[in-house]
Each structure stands twice: as structure tokens, then as C-alpha cells.
T-cell receptor, first 115, second 114 residues
Framework: EAGVAQSPRYKIIEKRQSVAFWCNPISGHATLYWYQQILGQGPKLLIQFQNNGVVDDSQLPKDRFSAERLKGVDSTLKIQPAKLEDSAVYLC?????????????FGEGSWLTVV | AQSVTQLGSHVSVSEGALVLLRCNYSSSVPPYLFWYVQYPNQGLQLLLKYTTGATLVKGINGFEAEFKKSETSFHLTKPSAHMSDAAEYFCAVSVAGNNRKLIWGLGTSLAVNP
């Protein structure tokens, strides 16, 4: 079974530029998450989708971050304009359903460096 | 509200020694508890989880954890460390229901010395 796919794996951009990350969840997984993980910290949930609807985006900096999951499968996370403090790993994850007992499966992450 | 505390941001053990990574939680309702592992330059992988039932949970790679309600703990153990166990370990807590957010600890970095 294919895992959660993310691209690109690594990205270096200058501050004020924009960047987009793509995620393809495990087939059949209705729930998709984007996490931000800063070095030395645990993951921070940015946004959670249930199919193509947003369930939780309370910690998404909406002035610069946006995410969509138009057809309920793939998702894109965009940052525009980027700030130095956005340097982090962006982890996409998916689970079968929003039941909190379900295992969340993570992709390998997209590593962003803002210079 | 739930919270998680991982005691010790860095733990170092010798190969073959016992691994003990500590996790304490706070929750006003019965928790769901998880341990995830993150190898260098990779995403997180579930080691084990407790939702209901038996309080001693066995996971992958020889790890296990015991839910102790009286101590509000969910410590991760492995009898004999391997070099390949060197990684970052995260404890997380949630509660039953849909769309219940996982609350993550800050992580413990495990080093295994030859």
C-alpha cells in the first residue's frame, strides 16, 4: 500500500517569495492534515480536512498560508509571502476517518528553508 | 483540555540497555495515548497506541508502553536498545470522538551508544 506522498522534499526560497507543497494521501483516507514542525519541537496542526471540507484551521496563519483539497483527495499548502520563521518541515498526514482513535499516517515531509 | 509532558529532551543509552522514555499526560476525560517515532529526515511513524482495553500495549520494533491511570503516565520501554532505535520519539494525547486534536509532547531524542 502506497504511503502519503509529498513534494517537493526540499525547498529553499527567499523571504517574501511564495511556495507551494503538494500532498497525496493514502487511498481511501477521508481525513487529511497539514502539520508544521519546527526543529526541536513537536508537530503543530495547521489545518485538517474531512474530504474537501475544512474541519479545523484555527492555527493556520491565514494572512499568509492557504490550503485546499478541492476534490477530496490531493491537497496543496501555499505560503505567500514567506517569512524567515516559516522555516520548518511541513508534514502531510492522513487517516481513514476523523475518529481520534485512528492511526494518522505521515508523509516524509517537505523541508522549507526561508533565507 | 489535554496536555503532554515528556521528561527529558535527550536520553542516551548503551546498546543492549533498557530504553525508558517518559510521558505524562493531563486529561479530564479518558485519554487516547500515542507514541510516534521520527527517524532523521523522515516523517512520523506510529509505534503504538492505547485507546481502550489492555493497559499494556505492544508496538513495533519491540517497544511497549503501559497506561497507568493513577500515575497519568504512558512511558515507553524496550528491553534492549539497538543502534537503529536512535531517533526522536513523540508522545501524544487525544480523547475519544471525531476531529479531536492530537496534543503533542516536545519529543525526546534517543541516542544509542555502541
Amino acid at each position: 500500500e502506497a504511503g502519503v506522498a509529498q513534494s517537493p522534499r526540499y525547498k529553499i526560497i527567499e523571504k517574501r517569495q511564495s511556495v507551494a507543497f503538494w500532498c497525496n494521501p493514502i487511498s481511501g483516507h477521508a481525513t487529511l492534515y497539514w502539520y508544521q514542525q519546527i526543529l526541536g519541537q513537536g508537530p503543530k496542526l495547521l489545518i485538517q480536512f474531512q474530504n474537501n471540507g475544512v474541519v479545523d484551521d484555527s492555527q493556520l496563519p491565514k494572512d499568509r498560508f492557504s490550503a485546499e483539497r478541492l476534490k477530496g483527495v490531493d491537497s496543496t499548502l501555499k505560503i505567500q509571502p514567506a517569512k524567515l520563521e516559516d522555516s520548518a518541515v511541513y508534514l502531510c498526514a492522513s487517516s481513514l476517518s476523523p475518529d481520534s482513535g485512528n492511526t494518522i499516517y505521515f508523509g516524509e515531509g517537505s523541508w522549507l528553508t526561508v533565507v | 483540555a489535554q496536555s503532554v509532558t515528556q521528561l527529558g529532551s535527550h536520553v542516551s543509552v548503551s546498546e543492549g540497555a533498557l530504553v525508558l522514555l517518559r510521558c505524562n499526560y493531563s486529561s479530564s476525560v479518558p485519554p487516547y495515548l500515542f507514541w510516534y517515532v521520527q527517524y532523521p529526515n523522515q516523517g512520523l511513524q506510529l509505534l503504538l497506541k492505547y485507546t481502550t482495553g489492555a493497559t499494556l500495549v505492544k508496538g513495533i520494533n519491540g517497544f511497549e508502553a503501559e497506561f497507568k491511570k493513577s500515575e497519568t503516565s504512558f512511558h515507553l520501554t524496550k528491553p534492549s536498545a539497538h543502534m537503529s532505535d536512535a531517533a526522536e520519539y513523540f508522545c501524544a494525547v487525544s480523547v475519544a470522538g471525531n476531529n479531536r486534536k492530537l496534543i503533542w509532547g516536545l519529543g525526546t531524542s534517543l541516542a544509542v551508544n555502541p
